[in-house]
């Protein structure tokens, strides 16, 4: 015995065979799908791992400008550099090097004497000063036993931009670690914040790629006569190395 409909069953059967059913029934069914997808992409964002922001800013937003894919190993040429026959040499022999004149977008070796391309290796240098520049490098002074004859060595940040990507970068933050643990300045192996300068005493042995920097208009402290550096250090030891 068919059972009589009830008003509910009436009002519902009424509600679908009005001319809007159909169109109401499109919208519930969009409208339950971009429920959905919102909820995927929710899903997604909050399971997704966390990306290195702070890496990544800081790789953008530290290092210089001038020649300095050179200074950090990343330019086209890094590759040419000698780096398994390093030269052991003094101060005096690299002070005593003809200065090329170079300009903000020099390449490398752009005298063709090879000073750019060698790897030389210096011993018991006298530490002088030590500061982190604004580019994030740490710019050491060092000399021998004449006070007059001094230069430039500087260690960059491999969180900065250029030497984060170097194929040279394991042995850039090796050195630049090496010198902040041995020198009492811990801090500094991963800071890219500038610093003030740290007088140094003690010794050191380092090996470095020979660079020509541009004259600035304010001289660097410790700066070389022909703007001669090693830069960057690949390789740091020293003897009773501490801030005075």
Same mark, same amino acid.
């Given at each position: 015995?068919?059972?009589?409909? !009830?008003?509910?069953?009436?009002?519902?059967?009424?509600?679908?065979?009005?001319?809007?059913?159909?169109?109401?029934?499109?919208?519930?069914?969009?409208?339950?799908?971009?429920?959905?997808?919102? $909820?995927?992409?929710?899903?997604?964002?909050?399971?997704?791992?966390?990306?290195?922001?702070?890496?990544?800013?800081?790789?953008?937003?530290?290092?210089?400008?001038?020649?300095?894919?050179?200074?950090?190993? =990343?330019?086209?040429?890094?590759?040419?550099?000698?780096?398994?026959?390093?030269?052991?040499? !003094?101060?005096?022999?690299?002070?005593?090097?003809?200065?090329?004149?170079?300009?903000?977008?020099?390449?490398?070796?752009?005298?063709?004497?090879?000073?750019?391309?060698?790897?030389?290796? $210096?011993?018991?240098?006298?530490?002088?000063?030590?500061?982190?520049?604004?580019?994030?490098?740490?710019?050491?002074?060092?000399?021998?036993?004449?006070?007059?004859?001094?230069?430039?060595?500087?260690?960059?940040?491999?969180?900065? %931009?250029?030497?984060?990507?170097?194929?040279?970068?394991?042995?850039?933050?090796?050195?630049?670690?090496?010198?902040?643990? $041995?020198?009492?300045?811990?801090?500094?192996? !991963?800071?890219?914040?500038?610093?003030?300068? %740290?007088?140094? =005493?003690?010794?050191?042995?380092?090996?470095?790629?020979?660079?020509?920097?541009?004259?600035?208009?304010?001289?660097?402290?410790?700066?070389?006569?022909?703007?001669?550096?090693?830069?960057?250090? $690949?390789?740091? =030891?020293?003897?009773?190395?501490?801030?005075?």
């Amino acid at each position: 015995m068919r059972q009589a409909p !009830t008003k509910e069953t009436r009002s519902v059967a009424e509600t679908c065979t009005r001319r809007d059913c159909p169109f109401r029934t499109v919208i519930f069914v969009v409208l339950k799908l971009a429920a959905l997808l919102l $909820l995927t992409l929710f899903v997604a964002a909050v399971s997704a791992p966390a990306l290195p922001s702070s890496a990544t800013s800081t790789a953008t937003s530290c290092g210089g400008e001038h020649r300095w894919a050179v200074k950090t190993l =990343s330019d086209a040429d890094a590759d040419k550099v000698h780096y398994d026959t390093p030269k052991r040499k !003094t101060i005096h022999y690299l002070l005593t090097r003809e200065d090329p004149g170079v300009h903000k977008d020099t390449p490398r070796d752009p005298d063709g004497k090879h000073v750019e391309l060698t790897v030389y290796h $210096l011993v018991a240098v006298h530490l002088v000063e030590a500061r982190i520049e604004e580019d994030g490098d740490i710019h050491l002074v060092i000399r021998n036993q004449n006070p007059d004859n001094h230069m430039i060595v500087e260690f960059p940040s491999t969180l900065c %931009k250029g030497a984060s990507v170097s194929a040279h970068k394991a042995e850039m933050e090796q050195a630049r670690t090496n010198f902040a643990t $041995l020198c009492g300045l811990p801090t500094w192996a !991963t800071r890219v914040k500038k610093a003030a300068p %740290k007088q140094l =005493s003690g010794w050191a042995s380092l090996e470095g790629v020979g660079f020509f920097d541009l004259p600035h208009s304010t001289p660097q402290s410790g700066v070389a006569p022909n703007n001669i550096e090693l830069h960057p250090v $690949l390789q740091f =030891s020293a003897e009773n190395c501490h801030v005075t």
